[in-house]
Every structure is written in structure tokens, then in C-alpha cells.
């Protein structure tokens, strides 16, 4: 009798585990997702402003769900867009990002790149997320300038360590980003410097949140700091959150909008719209993208 309970316990958990794997597989991964928040960064008396933040498509030629989903985002009609890298996963990726973010790219627009925009995904060991200081290892080499000269053909704003100040919904915003700390990419020193007076409002990018580039944004007065890369933890626990974050981020700052500390600053960090092409699940965190609706303070 014993046996026999111990092996329906055993079976039980097979079948419990297999239909999580095929939710997470098949069926989670593609619940894209469209969060809202407002975030209050503008002045008394300011009409709100809507930001559309894209992250970590990691999109590659045969998504094509994900690239008529993205598409649709266009009738949000954001007053800006804002893409915070890992576009790419696939050295023949451009024509599908294209697909996707075309419609948006009649509307202004800015961007940093990801670690993945630069090279290609390698097999790993999911568990070395949890190690610290495990090294990252660089796939074959993705064609991230023929996806340069799309964003900056359409007249977006290229802000890979770069500082730049742009007219979208009637406001002038002082922007500035940084390339991807992940992979020490990053120069702020180079770009870095108080808020334009003269701004209505200033965004900060950055793939990765590392806390220390962070610092340093919402130092100089940056209101609104974006940045993708966690995939919200991707596989999540109910009831607990992200295990991992991939960066020196809190698990618990994972995803969505958080009050960065010891700031006036806000973060938003969004969960994505993708996964590495070797673990192609999400579990308690489906993919997504936000409209963020800033308005007064």
C-alpha cells in the first residue's frame, strides 16, 4: 500500500510538472501583455504625456504573433516611444523587428541597445542566474548597425551613451542613456550633467538597471528612468516574485514602477516582450509592454 501511494504521489507530480512546462512553453509566453501607469514627473497644470516603453523583443524571423501584437501598439497613439534593447536574437532578426515596431516608427521615438542586439543567444545552464559573478558569453555577431540605421532612418533618437533633447507632445524633454552596463558598455561620465532648465521633463535609458548608473541618472535630476533586461524574473513564484534579476537589481524592483531610493526619481523596469530562445518560458510574469501616462506631480 505504501508503494502504491508513494508512486501516485510521484506520478502526480510528473503531471503537475509537465502541464506547468507546457503553460509556461506554450501558452504564458504568448500572453502579451499591455500595463498602464501613471507616473507623476510633470509640472502643476501639465496636460498628461504617454510614453510607450518596449523591451527585450528578442524577437526572431518566424514570431510572427508577436510582431502583429507589437504593431497594434501604434493605436495607443503614444506621444513618444521608447525601446531599452535586446531587440534581436536571431542574425536574420531586422525584417521581424521591422514588422513589428514599423507602425511606431512614425512616431517620435528613442532608443539604447541590449547585449543582445549585438550578439547572439548560446545555450547556458539556467541556474547560473543565480551565481553572481558568472561570465557572460558572446554568441555570433548580430547586425545591430543595419538596425541603427532603421531607428535612426525613421528619425528616433540614438541614445547609446548619448544625450540628446527632443519635442514630442508639445513638451521639450531633455533625454539621456547610456549603451548596456551588462556588458560594460556603459559610459555616463561621458554624457552625464544636471537636468536642462529649460526641460519640461527628463527621461533617463539604460538596459540593464544596475543601480550604479541609476544612481548617477537620478542624481543629475532625471525624473523617469527606463530600462528592461530582468524579463520580470521571467519565471516567477506566486506570491514571492522574481528569483533572479540578472543585474544588481532588488528582486523586488523585478518589474514595473518603482520610486528609486533616495531620489525624487521614478523606475520603470519592464518585464519585456521576449525570452533567450533556449528557455522559451514564462512562468507568474507574461510578456509585456507599458503605457505610461505621466501626468502632474
Not at 498628461?48 to 497594434?72: E, F, G, N, Y
Not at 514599423?102 to 532608443?111: A, H, W
Amino acid at each position: 500500500m505504501r508503494k502504491r501511494t508513494v508512486f501516485r504521489l510521484a506520478a502526480t507530480t510528473a503531471a503537475v510538472g509537465a502541464a506547468t512546462l507546457a503553460y509556461a512553453s506554450l501558452i504564458e509566453r504568448n500572453l502579451y501583455t499591455l500595463r498602464r501607469y501613471d507616473v507623476p514627473v510633470l509640472p502643476t497644470d501639465a496636460e498628461p504625456l504617454r510614453v510607450l516603453h518596449i523591451s527585450d523583443l528578442h524577437m526572431t524571423p518566424d514570431q510572427a504573433r508577436k510582431q502583429r501584437w507589437v504593431a497594434s501598439l501604434a493605436a495607443l497613439d503614444p506621444d513618444l516611444v521608447v525601446v531599452t534593447g535586446d531587440n534581436m536574437a536571431h542574425p536574420e532578426a531586422v525584417p521581424g523587428v521591422l514588422r513589428a515596431l514599423q507602425p511606431l516608427l512614425d512616431y517620435p521615438g528613442v532608443f539604447v541597445f541590449g547585449s543582445n542586439d549585438y550578439t547572439g543567444p548560446v545555450w547556458k545552464n539556467p541556474f547560473t542566474y543565480f551565481l553572481p559573478d558568472r561570465e557572460y558569453v558572446e554568441g555570433v555577431e548580430l547586425p545591430y548597425e543595419e538596425l541603427r540605421e532603421v531607428f535612426t532612418g525613421a528619425g528616433w533618437i540614438d541614445l547609446n551613451n548619448a544625450r540628446a533633447t527632443l519635442k514630442a507632445g508639445g513638451r521639450l524633454i531633455d533625454l539621456v542613456g547610456v549603451d548596456d552596463p551588462h556588458v560594460e558598455r556603459d559610459d555616463y561620465a561621458a554624457v552625464a550633467g544636471p537636468v536642462a532648465a529649460s526641460a519640461d521633463l527628463s527621461i533617463a535609458l539604460t538596459h540593464s538597471p544596475e543601480p550604479r548608473v541609476l544612481d548617477q541618472m537620478a542624481a543629475d535630476g532625471f525624473g523617469l528612468l527606463l530600462a528592461g533586461h530582468t524579463h520580470g524574473g521571467q519565471v516567477c513564484v506566486p506570491g514571492v516574485g522574481a528569483l533572479v534579476t540578472n543585474c544588481g537589481l532588488p528582486r523586488s524592483m523585478a518589474q514595473g514602477l518603482h520610486r528609486w531610493p533616495g531620489s525624487d526619481s521614478w523606475l520603470h523596469v519592464s518585464a519585456g516582450l521576449g525570452t533567450h530562445p533556449t528557455a522559451p518560458i514564462r512562468f507568474a510574469c507574461p510578456p509585456e509592454a507599458s503605457i505610461l501616462t505621466l501626468i502632474p506631480r
